[in-house]
């Protein structure tokens, strides 16, 4: 009766249906009563999987959450001996399936079996079994600084992807949950899910606030990651609020050179940056430095951090003699501190390339991106995104000069990684779709082109929404290629829709919003509409 394979059960199981043929099920609850009679953790453990996803299921995963479950599961993951021998006994029933050789230790079940074990053993949601589940999910992420993030961060989305399931989704009880609702809502924004994060964030902050109070460093510290997740959506009032609230808090709580109050410091200066307040994020960025430098001394890696992020900001004014002077310090830093292939070290590296780029270097910044991409290779694997991120700036280097077919190779590469990584609809896959549609659009590629930037376009207002500035840069894009296409009407729509929003988004003299401005005054200038053309220009003129 239980030698039925999993090849069978596939055949016997469509997942579309909504299995009448109750056979199947009948045969599992049998099983079951045998497992209860010869191993009724092991049969506890089955109504626990349900919560999960049915794939790759290991030791680890739920040995994390043992402190906060049951005797039961404290007994079955007090050691890996006895985990997989709870496991070999639902597997000897065909209720799991051991995973290959390849990768050892995991398992999974059929989705039709994991069906039954949601719908028959939990008929009710049981609100421990799904507190372990979350508290599981959460205890097993990592910090993005570690090798090993990017593979485990894939192998918990599909778990987190669990929860949204159905009934399960809207019987979860988060007040009962809140002390690992922060870590998910890192884990929702590492994998680009930032309605979830922030939802994730709101749930613990609410609960922080209520047992702790506002001014407790744990509240703070969801504050402050709100205020991350806010600056990733171009939420820009509502970050600048969020980081205000946090450092104030923290200057309360620590002081003003505690190391908290530093990074939030710091965030505050990339936020400024990023909205193109230059002076305010030097501000910024200098008190960092200097708390960090008297905190820890000029050498550590908390210093180093923030003068990365000087070289960046100075890169940005095109002050490149300074920002090589920041990010060599850095790269020596770095490279003393954690060594030539530290992901520190090697993100500098790819600064310098960048940098070196810009100033016309071409070889040495090949040189670079080649050297980070060979260590990022080495560190965290040929398909990793920072691999990715360093393979697609090759692309944009190759398109600079001109060698487009190595270009589009690079490109073609990045994107089959990003879409493998994160999906179709992460950004990093749109970005690497918009370089593939600028690359078409050099080429004259018309077609080709107008087809990479509407899929950026529709994914970016789907995953972003229509007035981020991602979105807009794609909106921009358009304008320029149907410009260059004689579709007049169309490109001005897209620059006006470009325009209209960079205005919102980041102000009227954003050099964003002014280099729109120039496109619709090239446009009017061309169709002959001069008094179009002479408000557009003087509006450049008087912005730059």
């Not at 999987?49 to 043992?66: G, H, P, T």
């Not at 910090?143 to 993030?149: A, M, R, S």
């Not at 960092?288 to 940005?316: M, P, Q």
């Amino acid at each position: 009766m239980y030698e039925e394979s999993w090849d069978d059960l596939a055949q016997n199981c469509d997942e579309s249906q909504e299995y009448e043929d109750r056979t199947l099920y009948s045969t599992w609850n049998l099983s079951l009563k045998q497992i209860e009679a010869q191993d009724p953790e092991a049969a506890q453990m089955l109504q626990l999987i349900a919560y999960f996803s049915n794939v790759d299921l290991w030791y680890e995963l739920f040995q994390k959450a043992a402190d906060s479950g049951p005797l039961w599961l404290s007994n079955i993951v007090k050691s890996r001996a006895r985990f997989n021998k709870a496991m070999s006994k639902l597997q000897e029933y065909s209720l799991v399936e051991a995973e290959t050789e390849a990768q050892p230790g995991r398992y999974s079940l059929h989705t039709c079996v994991h069906d039954w074990t949601f719908e028959y053993l939990n008929q009710k949601i049981d609100a421990k079994l799904c507190c372990i589940a979350i508290s599981a999910i959460a205890r097993n992420t990592i910090e993005d600084t570690k090798p090993e993030f990017w593979i485990r961060n894939r192998r918990l989305e599909q778990h987190t992807s669990r929860l949204g399931y159905g009934r399960l989704k809207g019987s979860i009880d988060w007040d009962f949950i809140n002390a690992n609702v922060n870590n998910l809502g890192n884990l929702y924004k590492d994998q680009g899910k930032l309605a979830e994060a922030e939802e994730m964030y709101q749930r613990a902050l609410k609960g922080y606030e209520k047992v702790w109070g506002p001014e407790h460093t744990l509240t703070l510290t969801t504050v402050n990651n709100l205020g991350l997740l806010y600056a990733d959506q171009d939420k820009l009032v509502e970050a600048e609020e969020t980081y205000q609230r946090a450092l104030k808090g923290f200057e309360k709580v620590w002081g003003s050179e505690h190391t908290s109050t530093l990074h939030t410091i710091n965030n505050l200066a990339l936020l400024y940056a990023n909205q193109g307040k230059i002076i305010k994020a030097e501000e910024m960025y200098q008190r960092a430095l200097k708390g960090f430098e008297k905190l820890y001394g000029s050498e550590h890696v908390s210093t180093l951090v923030i003068v990365n992020n000087l070289g960046d900001l100075y890169k940005d004014q095109d002050k490149l003699v300074e920002a090589e002077e920041m990010y060599q310090r850095a790269f020596k830093g770095y490279e003393k501190a954690w060594g030539p292939e530290h992901t520190s070290t090697l993100h500098t590296v790819h600064s310098l390339g960048s940098l070196y780029k810009d100033q016309g270097k071409m070889v040495e910044a090949e040189a670079m991106y080649y050297r980070a991409v060979k260590g990022y290779g080495k560190v965290r694997g040929p398909e990793h995104t920072s691999t990715l991120h360093t393979i697609n700036n090759l692309g944009i280097l190759y398109a600079n000069q001109s060698k487009l077919v190595e270009a589009e190779e690079m490109f073609q590469r990045a994107l089959k990684g990003f879409e493998k990584a994160w999906g179709p609809e992460h950004s990093s896959t749109l970005k690497t779709v918009k370089n593939l549609g600028n690359l078409y659009a050099n080429q004259g590629k018309m077609i080709e082109a107008e087809a990479m930037y509407q899929r950026a376009l529709n994914g970016e207002e789907k995953a972003w929404g229509p007035e981020h500035t991602l979105t807009l840069d794609t909106v921009n894009n358009l304008g320029l290629l149907y410009a260059d296409q004689g579709k007049l009407v169309e490109a001005e729509e897209m620059y006006q829709r470009a325009l209209k929003g960079y205005e919102k988004v980041w102000g009227p003299e954003h050099k964003s919003t002014l280099t729109t401005v120039n496109n619709l005054f090239v446009l009017y200038y061309s169709q002959g509409k001069l008094i179009e053309a002479k408000v557009m220009y003087q509006r450049a003129l008087k912005g730059k």
